[in-house]
T-cell receptor, first 114, second 113 residues
Framework: EAQVTQNPRYLITVTGKKLTVTCSQN?????MSWYRQDPGLGLRQIYYSMNVEVTDKGDVPEGYKVSRKEKRNFPLILESPSPNQTSLYFC?????????????FGEGSWLTVV | GNSVTQMEGPVTLSEEAFLTINCTYT??????LFWYVQYPGEGLQLLLK?????DKGSNKGFEATYRKETTSFHLEKGSVQVSDSAVYFC????????????FGKGTRLSVIA
């Protein structure tokens, strides 16, 4: 089954404690990205990757890092989480660029930073 | 830059009512347009899409027509069900830019029996 898998789905952590949210897709997609969803703001892109070892900033990259060492994985790293990073995070992937490519989303990761 | 504006919710309808959720967009190129749906506690699912002007996307009784002249992609359904209660996101994709998918803020729909 084609899917995007994120872990953990739910996490409560403390300010400053480094954490990683993993994302894996089994569709051999080149393009992957991370979004955060906040009430009244919709989804905003954090980082994206067009292929292995190619990453770039989205609209709200501050406080986050990513890496793309393998095609299937695209982890999101919060080096020193702060309460304003409490949000619902989605990983997404698609076959590639170009109009009409369907983007597939993971089920989301609820992160609370206290 | 590219942007999507959709009507603010929440929208509350009775079962079998007609649904319209307005969506307009701003884009420099010729984007593809999408509607995504998020059911409670779940991730986003693609509901329908249209890749060029005058295309109509449809799925599960929902429809939306890509109107280039009015830069709109309004979502419609003739008879909603309780199971349609969800948050609906309009989005555009213009892969010539750096951000391939731009979302609206979402519209929460509640359908009551």
């Amino acid at each position: 089954e084609a899917q995007v898998t994120q872990n953990p789905r739910y996490l409560i952590t403390v300010t400053g404690k480094k954490l990683t949210v993993t994302c894996s897709q089994n569709m051999n997609h080149e393009y992957m990205s991370w979004y955060r969803q906040d009430p009244g703001l919709g989804l905003r892109q954090i980082y994206y990757s067009m292929n292995v070892e190619v990453t770039d900033k989205g609209d709200v990259p501050e406080g986050y890092k990513v890496s793309r060492k393998e095609k299937r994985n695209f982890p999101l790293i919060l080096e020193s989480p702060s309460p304003n990073q409490t949000s619902l995070y989605f990983c997404a992937s698609s076959l590639g660029g170009g109009p009409g490519n369907t983007i597939y989303f993971g089920e989301g990761s609820w992160l609370t930073v206290v | 830059g590219n942007s999507v504006t959709q009507m603010e919710g929440p929208v509350t309808l009775s079962e079998e009512a007609f649904l319209t959720i307005n969506c307009t967009y701003t884009a420099t190129g010729y984007p593809s347009l999408f509607w995504y749906v998020q059911y409670p506690g779940e991730g986003l699912q693609l509901l329908l899409k249209a890749t060029k002007a005058d295309d109509k996307g449809s799925n599960k009784g929902f429809e939306a027509t890509y109107r280039k002249e009015t830069t709109s992609f309004h979502l419609e359904k003739g008879s909603v069900q309780v199971s349609d209660s969800a948050v609906y996101f309009c989005a555009l994709s213009d892969f010539r830019g750096n951000t391939p998918l731009v979302f609206g803020k979402g519209t929460r729909l509640s359908v009551i029996a």
